[in-house]
C-alpha cells in the first residue's frame, strides 16, 4: 500500500505557537498534497507540491518534501484557534488518478 | 459553482435496508471518488470513475456495495442489504483528472453520515 503515515497522531499547542505535522509515503509519487478536515466536514486542499519540488509557501503554510526519505512536513505559522482540525497528506502515484491519504494528524490549538 | 453536493447528509436506517447514497460532482469535473471515514479505519477509497467509467473499484467491501454514474452529473453508491457495520461517513469528492490538463485536487462534499442501526 501506498497509503501514507502522520507523525504525530495528535498535537496540542498554544495560540501562536508553530505546529507541524510529517507525513511518510511508500511509492514513488507525481504530487503530495495536504488537506485540512474540520469537525463534521469534508477534506479541503490546502497546498500541493510537485516531487521536483522541495519547499512551497502559501500564507501561513510551509510545506517542504524530501523524496529521498519519502516524507514530507507541514509547518503552520503562528497558529490560530481556528487552524483546530485533522491534517491529512495525500500523494498520487505516476499513471494513477487516485490519491493515497494518510492517517491524519489531529491538531488542536488552543486559545 | 456550488461544490460537490451529496444527500441525505444524515441517514438513519435499519439493518437489512436498502441504502442510497447520492452526490452531484463539480461542473467539468470527470473524476469522481467514494470514500468512507472511520475512526477505527481512516479514510478509504471505496471506487472511482473517470469519464463515467469505474476505473478501480477493489476498495468496494463485499458484494452489498455498489456504484454507478449514469452521467456526469451524478453518481449513486448503494449498500443492499446494510449492516450496523457499514456506519461511517461517506464522502464524494470530484477532480479535473485525465486529458489535457489533469489535476490530482479532489473537491470533497460534506459527507453523508450513515447509522445504521
Known amino acids: 500500500s501506498q497509503q501514507g503515515e502522520e507523525d504525530p497522531q495528535a498535537l496540542s499547542i498554544q495560540e501562536g505557537e508553530n505546529a507541524t505535522m510529517n507525513c511518510s509515503y511508500k511509492t514513488s509519487i507525481n504530487n503530495l498534497q495536504w488537506y485540512r478536515q474540520n469537525s463534521g466536514r469534508g477534506l479541503v486542499h490546502l497546498i500541493l507540491i510537485r516531487s521536483n519540488e522541495r519547499e512551497k509557501h502559501s500564507g501561513r503554510l510551509r510545506v517542504t518534501l524530501d523524496t529521498s526519505k519519502k516524507s514530507s512536513s507541514l509547518l503552520i505559522t503562528a497558529s490560530r484557534a481556528a487552524d483546530t482540525a485533522s491534517y491529512f497528506c495525500a500523494t498520487d502515484a505516476p499513471g494513477a488518478n487516485n490519491l493515497f491519504f494518510g492517517t491524519g494528524t489531529r491538531l488542536t490549538v488552543i486559545p | 459553482d456550488a461544490g460537490v453536493i451529496q444527500s441525505p447528509r444524515h441517514e438513519v436506517t435499519e439493518m437489512g435496508q436498502e441504502v442510497t447514497l447520492r452526490c452531484k460532482p463539480i461542473?467539468?469535473?470527470?473524476?469522481l471518488f467514494w470514500y468512507r471515514q472511520t475512526m477505527m479505519r481512516g479514510l478509504e477509497l471505496l471506487i472511482y470513475?473517470?469519464?463515467?467509467?469505474?476505473?478501480?473499484d477493489s476498495g468496494m467491501p463485499e458484494d452489498r456495495f455498489s456504484a454507478k454514474m449514469p452521467n456526469a452529473s451524478f453518481s449513486t453508491l448503494k449498500i443492499q442489504p446494510s449492516e450496523p457495520r457499514d456506519s461511517a461517513v461517506y464522502f464524494c469528492?470530484?477532480?479535473?483528472?485525465?486529458?489535457?490538463?489533469?489535476?490530482?485536487?479532489?473537491?470533497f462534499g460534506p459527507g453523508t453520515r450513515l447509522t445504521v442501526l
Open positions: 469528492a470530484s477532480s479535473r483528472g485525465g486529458g489535457a490538463f489533469p489535476t490530482p485536487t479532489q473537491y
Open positions: 461542473s467539468g469535473h470527470n473524476s
Open positions: 470513475f473517470n469519464n463515467n467509467v469505474p476505473i478501480d
